[in-house]
């Protein structure tokens, strides 16, 4: 017996969520720039910064176990927030 063959229909929804999964990720790169832009030009963070961005990624984290976020959201501030973070 012989497969059924795929739908018309079906088809479609494929090909719209293809092109909607590209322009996510295209959205991404873009604020991932847009963000790189922005860290560049703060790079210098005191020590007392340093005991706050800490604060902020155990929030960051906490956010993302209750369901809070995104990963997306979570991978873009956690990028950030290691940028901003020094390591001696």
Same mark, same amino acid.
């Given at each position: 017996m012989a497969r059924p063959?795929?739908?018309?229909?079906k088809l479609q929804r494929d090909q719209a969520k293809r092109e909607k999964a590209k322009a996510k990720q295209e959205?991404? #790169?873009?604020?991932?720039a847009d963000r790189g832009t922005e860290a560049s030009s703060?790079?210098?963070?005191?020590?007392?910064d /340093?005991?706050?961005? #800490?604060?902020?990624?155990a929030k960051l984290h906490e956010d993302l176990a209750e369901g809070r976020i995104s990963i997306d959201d979570f991978e873009?501030? /956690?990028d950030?927030?290691?940028?901003?973070?020094?390591?001696d």
């Amino acid at each position: 017996m012989a497969r059924p063959r795929t739908t018309v229909g079906k088809l479609q929804r494929d090909q719209a969520k293809r092109e909607k999964a590209k322009a996510k990720q295209e959205d991404r #790169l873009a604020r991932r720039a847009d963000r790189g832009t922005e860290a560049s030009s703060s790079d210098t963070v005191g020590p007392e910064d /340093q005991q706050e961005l #800490l604060a902020q990624f155990a929030k960051l984290h906490e956010d993302l176990a209750e369901g809070r976020i995104s990963i997306d959201d979570f991978e873009l501030r /956690q990028d950030d927030l290691r940028r901003r973070l020094r390591v001696d």
